[in-house]
């Protein structure tokens, strides 16, 4: 199947700080990723869509000034958490769709396990 | 009610066992449906996927499909302590996807 890289795929910060995600299609071009945020034994919970060369949508109650996506080429996707406090603490993961044919398959990157001291 | 149901488990299994996984759901406008694995601290993988209803092999792997009663199952043969992880079901309607749970899944050596 197609291949979803994520990085990195473990990283720890410092509170106040901002940590930087990346999301990459290796053998394919997409034009929509998915990011989305897990937290232990519960299921995906969707944070946003990120358009290549548009602005982000992102779910209810997901703060785009505290989580900035930038989707500026057909195969990279990147998450920024600005200014990170222990609570954002968490299990991140994107995903992606080939965009042809249209088979509504969708791949996931590894993971970024984000801890926050 | 959500829009995907999916017993979390955990099932426990004999190795060797075969493994019985389901979701319902309740949009009869799904198109796609996948079941996704999941090892502890990695991302999910994409294990099955099928568009219709009816059945769908491979390897080990059976997915069925019944669109008219809204369930989708996972059947796993011959299960492997490799096997142990959570299983996501997902559907999809364009680009909203939808995902269930996950069913935590220990096989037994």
């Known amino acids: 199947g197609a291949v979803v890289s994520q990085h990195p795929s473990w990283v720890i910060c410092k509170s106040g700080t901002s940590v930087k995600i990346e999301c990459r299609s290796l053998?394919?071009?997409?034009?929509?990723m998915f990011w989305y945020r897990q937290f232990p034994k519960q299921s995906l919970m969707l944070m946003a869509t990120?358009?290549?060369?548009?602005?982000?949508?992102?779910e209810q109650g997901v703060e785009k000034d505290k989580f900035l996506i930038n989707h500026a080429s057909l195969t990279l996707s990147t998450l920024t958490v600005t200014s990170a406090h222990p609570e954002d603490s968490s299990f991140y993961i994107c995903s992606a769709r080939p965009p042809v044919p249209n088979t509504g398959e969708l791949f996931f990157g590894e993971g970024s396990r984000l801890t926050v001291l | 009610q959500k829009e995907v149901e999916q017993d979390p488990g955990p099932l426990s299994v004999p190795e060797g066992a075969i493994v019985s996984l389901n979701c319902t759901y309740s949009?009869?406008?799904?198109?796609?449906f996948m079941w996704y694995r999941q090892y502890s601290r990695k991302g999910p993988e994409l294990l099955m996927y099928?568009?219709?209803?009816g059945n769908k092999e491979d390897g080990r792997f059976t997915a069925q499909v019944d669109k008219s009663s809204k369930y989708i199952s996972l059947f796993i043969r011959d299960s492997q302590p490799s096997d142990s992880a959570t299983y996501l079901c997902a559907m999809s309607q364009g680009n909203q996807f939808y995902f269930g749970t996950g069913t935590s899944l220990t096989v037994i050596p």
């Open positions: 949009n009869s406008a799904f198109q796609y």
């Open positions: 099928t568009y219709s209803s």
């Open positions: 053998d394919f071009q997409a034009t929509t």
């Open positions: 990120s358009n290549e060369g548009s602005k982000a949508t992102y």
